[in-house]
């Protein structure tokens, strides 16, 4: 089963907005990571956070991690239409060294 | 300054073929991913590469896949007798030393379609 699962599955907004996505897992991390993909190849890695962070950003970018409630959420400010893409979060578990993805959010940002 | 490559980018093949699918890490970077990425799906994890430990082997799907890391650097992804059910991106993925320590750089895929 998925061990993050984002929500919502499918987001569209106008330009300037805007954007947050949530991820729930199920089981102690090591850190959760947040990606973006554009038209279905390549991803590109945006953030990390450890399980002892609660909160980093990175330009537009902010992300939270809530340990206690195992849900972490991406927040992108002032979007723009080259945001357009699919974002996933993927998690650590601790004691493993891979990543476990979940099935992403389409964001649809229009001019 | 290369980032990861694979190759073929695309391939195509008739069901009960064998194919290899081929990655070429960044210099440097000790553990290797592969995952598989289904249409509008998530990244499937398939196989874990670190240093010369032996490899977890813990999401490839069936005995018809199988991958090997060659002095540590090029790994070929060997899917044989293809199934229709193969048809993917197959996405690799290196970082300097593996999930925990930090970031995964990915390939571009390649996307493979069994008829």
């Known amino acids: 089963s998925q061990q993050g699962e984002e929500d919502p599955q499918a987001l569209s907004i106008q330009e300037g907005e805007n954007a947050t996505m949530n991820c729930s897992y199920k089981t102690s991390i090591n850190n959760l990571q947040w990606y973006r993909q554009n038209s279905g190849r390549g991803l590109v890695h945006l953030i990390l956070?450890?399980?002892?962070?609660r909160e980093k950003h990175s330009g537009r970018l902010r992300v939270t991690l809530d340990t206690s409630k195992k849900s972490s959420s991406l927040l992108i400010t002032a979007s723009r239409a080259a945001d357009t893409a699919s974002y996933f979060c993927a998690t650590v578990l601790s004691g493993y060294s891979t990543l476990t993805f979940g099935k992403g959010t389409m964001l649809l940002v229009s001019p | 300054g290369a980032g990861v490559s694979q190759s073929p980018s695309n391939k195509v093949t008739e069901k009960g073929k064998d194919v290899e699918l081929r990655c070429d890490p960044i210099s440097g970077h000790t553990a290797l991913y592969w995952y598989r990425q289904s249409l509008g799906q998530g990244l499937e994890f398939l196989i874990y590469?670190?240093?010369?430990?032996?490899?977890?082997k813990s999401g490839l799907p069936s005995d018809r896949f199988s991958a090997e890391r060659t002095g540590g650097s090029v790994s070929t992804l060997t899917i044989q007798r293809t199934q229709q059910e193969d048809s993917a991106v197959y996405l690799c993925a290196s970082s300097p030393g593996g999930a925990v320590t930090g970031e995964l750089f990915f390939g571009e895929g390649s996307r493979l379609t069994v008829l």
């Open positions: 956070i450890r399980s002892n962070e």
């Open positions: 590469f670190q240093g010369n430990s032996a490899p977890d």
